[in-house]
Each structure stands twice: as C-alpha cells, then as structure tokens.
C-alpha cells in the first residue's frame, strides 16, 4: 500500500545480502515509494550502515554518492533522514563516504540536517554535525527564517535548545523567523513551561513580552489553548498580554 518494493523492505530490514541478490537481479536502486522514499532512506532510518557498504562495495562510491543524495518527496536526503532519528554511525559513514557537503544539503523547506535533529531532540547528532561542518550549520535558517533553535522550541526539546544556547550564544534564542515567531513564542504555544524559564533566564523578560507580526505575544498563545500554567508563569514576571 505505501508502493514499498522489495529492495526496500530488505534494506529496512538490513539483510545487506538480500539486497545484493536483488540488485544483481535488476532491483531499480532509484525505486521510491509512495513518499519519494528510497532504499537508502529505508536503511538509514533503521541504522543499518551494512546495507550502504554492501551497495558501496558492489556498485562502486560513486554510484552509492549518487544513490544517497536522492530526496524524497520532502526534499529528504539520506543524511537528513539519518539525523532525524539519531543515527550517528550512518552519517560518519555518509560523510566519509560522500563528503561534508551531504550534511549541509537543505530540503524543500529550506531546513538542514541539524534542524531535523533538533526536532527530534538528537544531541549525539548535534555534536557531531558542530563537531564535523561547524557551528555555522548550528545557525543555518529555513526558507521561512526558522533557526535550528526555533525548531527545538516547537518540538518542546529543552535539552536541544540548551545545547544551541551553549554553543552558539543567546542572540540564537532571541532570533525570530519570517513571521515574527520566536523561541518563547513557541514554548508558551506548546505549554512548554521548563523551556520558557529557560529562555527568560538566558534573554530576559523582554524576549517573553515580543510580539509576532500579527501582535500575537506569549500570553495570548498560551491562552488559546488553556496553558494557566505558562500565564500564570508570565503573570509572576508582570506580563498579563
């Protein structure tokens, strides 16, 4: 039903020797399912690094190079797909396999590797890509101006967000995207309590008084969805719009 192919559910299942046996049989290794996916995004999502190695081995690095940057339907590559769940051994082996410039690629929105990985709250990740491509990766924005820091906000991942505080200072949790959203914008929408005493403690009040573009501020967000706990919180700071 999801168009999966053979070569796909071995590659997900990680039987590196199936996936031999089909490709010398004539498996398309561009073949996608419904969702644009490929056999590579199967096997990296699963961790198996095997799969890639034996299609590296039989097919040559360039031939895997080409195989690993197809997106899917989002825009995906492997190395975003990899990110996004955490799996730190799949993207050593991709940036040694294919280079660092794979780790930079953005998807249809604009976002990198390192904001899927602060959406799923991915610290080894996060280390990794600082540690490989650099902090400016850490500071890279979406088509929309979404920061990595944005990112982890709206997932409501406090320990991501520390790490970008940490690393690439406090101007991050202050930035806004193209709609005038901030961190703590999030955080009150989301009724992210931790993560909005978080964000008053490394910026101030005044990051939790912002307005969006439409006039939107903390304490409105946090109404809308009945979160007395964040209004009450900024009413202790003096904020009651």
Known sequence: ??????????????RAGSVKELIEAGADLKAR????????????????????????????????KEFVREKNNDGLTCAH???????????????EACGEELLREKNNDGETCAHGACAGGQ??????????CGEGLLKEKSSEGKTCA?????????EALRYLGETCGKELLAEKDDDGMTCAHAASEGGHLDMLRYLQEMCGEELLR?????????????????????????KSLGINE
């Open 1 to 14: 039903e999801d168009g999966r192919a053979a070569l796909h559910v071995a590659a997900m299942l990680g």
């Open 33 to 64: 399912d419904k969702k644009g996916k490929t056999f590579g995004h199967w096997a990296v999502e699963a961790g198996h690094v095997e799969v890639l190695k034996s299609v590296e081995a039989q097919c040559g690095k360039e031939k895997l």
């Open 81 to 95: 797909a990899a990110s996004a769940v955490g799996q730190v051994d799949v993207l050593r082996y991709l940036k």
């Open 123 to 132: 610290l080894k990740v996060l280390r990794y890509l600082k540690a490989t």
């Open 150 to 158: 944005l990112t982890a906000s709206l997932g409501g991942q406090l």
């Open 210 to 234: 912002e307005k969006d573009k439409h006039g939107f501020t903390c304490a409105q967000r946090a109404s809308w969805g009945g979160l007395l706990g964040i209004v009450d919180y900024l």
